[in-house]
């Protein structure tokens, strides 16, 4: 039986609530930094790549498409022309320095894992798939969002990687937990080997949801009550930012390895898409990327 809303949210203490300060104190904090060629701008994790995995989450600026104008739009070919789209990623792949090859999936919100295994992999974009792992040099794995949660891992030992697309669905569904899985089962990735970046993403402040949302996250979620804060009847805000650090922790991910950019795509959309905001005004939105790889 689910927990009633009333005694979820009895477990948190507006003192809980954690709300982030700026973004530059965020950033600072968090050891992400901007990189910026010709306009294009992007997030990057510092510890990440000081051990050596490229990795980038992108931003709306410095891009092509009409809507916004001059926006990076690198997904969504039912709401923006192929052209733009293409060129939007070559300016984007761009800012890496490097001859890289893009493995995507086409995104279900479902807890499935794609292995790109060739280079023949990755120019396969078709697969129905929420997250991606791999060891190839030159090939970065990404997955899109426009307020779902991207994390990005790198094995400090294999050097294998993986992107993922944790939206709510995914994460009640442990798709963190499932990639780590399928990281060990192919490459012999161990949790305490891996370093974690959580993108920008709908935050704990400003993403509500509703009783389907909270039943979810009460049956498959033991500290379900650390992520809600009650904001109405049958609805709650709720901190995906923290439901996946947690699941990362759940499988023995040492928390000094786990990294978070708490920047809200709702709050931020002058940065970031915002499927929330931005398509129940204009009827369509972009999408961003979050990629990782090795050279």
């Known amino acids: 039986m689910s927990t009633p809303m009333d005694t979820i949210t009895s477990k948190i203490s507006d003192s809980e609530f954690q709300i982030p300060g700026s973004a530059d104190e965020t950033l600072a904090d968090s050891s992400f930094y901007w990189r910026e060629k010709n306009g294009v701008k992007i997030l990057v994790c510092r510890p990440l790549e000081a051990a050596g995995f490229v990795n980038g989450f992108s931003t709306r600026l410095g891009g092509v498409s009409a809507f916004p104008e001059n926006s990076l739009n690198l997904a969504g070919y039912d709401e923006d022309s192929a052209e733009n789209i293409a060129e939007n990623r070559r300016r984007f792949l761009e800012v890496f320095g490097d001859d890289f090859a893009l493995a995507s999936c086409w995104q279900t919100h479902s807890a499935d894992v794609r292995i790109v295994k060739t280079p023949a992999d990755a120019q396969d974009g078709n697969q129905k798939r929420d997250a991606l792992v791999s060891d190839l040099k030159n090939v970065l794995v990404g997955v899109k969002t426009a307020d779902c949660v991207p994390v990005l891992l ?17 994460t009640v569904n442990s798709i963190v937990v499932k990639t780590i899985e399928t990281m060990r089962e192919t490459y012999g990735t161990e949790a305490k080997d891996l370093i974690c970046a959580i993108g920008p ?59 978070t950019a708490a920047l809200c795509t709702i709050e931020r959309t002058d940065l970031f898409f915002s499927y929330r905001v931005e398509k129940k005004l204009h009827g369509k939105t972009g999408r961003l990327l979050s990629v990782i790889g090795t050279r």
């Open 154 to 170: 790198g094995d400090t030992k294999t050097k294998s990687f993986a992107a993922v697309h944790a939206g709510w669905r995914g």
């Open 201 to 259: 993403a709908a935050s704990g402040k400003n993403y509500e949801v509703g009783q389907d949302v909270i039943d979810a996250f009460e049956t498959n979620f033991s500290t379900c009550g650390n992520l809600f804060y009650k904001t109405r009847n049958k609805h709650a805000l709720i901190d995906l930012h923290l439901a996946n650090k947690e699941q990362l922790q759940s499988v023995d991910v040492k928390a000094e390895n786990i990294f």
